[in-house]
């Protein structure tokens, strides 16, 4: 990563996995054996899952929705009642880059697509 350092990655990960509930489910950790300046970031590939609760929390959610251009996101559960939250923080963001909605039910692509200015 061009704009993180490890540093600055490991701190960011450590924030998130400070909240209750939150786990890596893979990667969270420092590339090994390369020649990557240390000026730039050089981590494994990273996903975490976080509760959805956290969005709730003005802080925390800018903590969640921080992007660190690189291989590393944030993976959140939520059940149907939890939807239109969803589509609330999704609308909330301000840079509006770009989420993916991936699911066989119709109605369900047609109510988060037509709903958020974020999309693929």
């Not at 990960?13 to 509930?21: C, E, K, P, T, Y």
């Not at 066989?104 to 988060?112: G, S």
């Amino acid at each position: 990563m061009l704009s993180w350092n490890n540093e600055d990655i490991k701190y960011h990960i450590d924030d998130v996995l400070a909240m209750d509930g939150s786990e890596v489910l893979m990667g969270g950790k420092p590339l090994k054996n390369h020649s990557i300046p240390a000026k730039y970031g050089s981590y494994e590939p990273t996903a975490i899952r976080v509760p959805l609760k956290h969005f709730r929390a003005k802080k925390k959610r800018d903590i969640l929705t921080t992007e660190l251009f690189g291989p590393f996101t944030i993976v959140v559960e939520y059940g149907n009642n939890d939807l239109d939250f969803v589509l609330e923080t999704i609308n909330s963001l301000p840079h509006h880059l770009t989420a993916a909605c991936v699911s066989n039910d119709v109605l369900f692509n047609d109510k988060v697509l037509g709903n958020t200015v974020n999309g693929t």
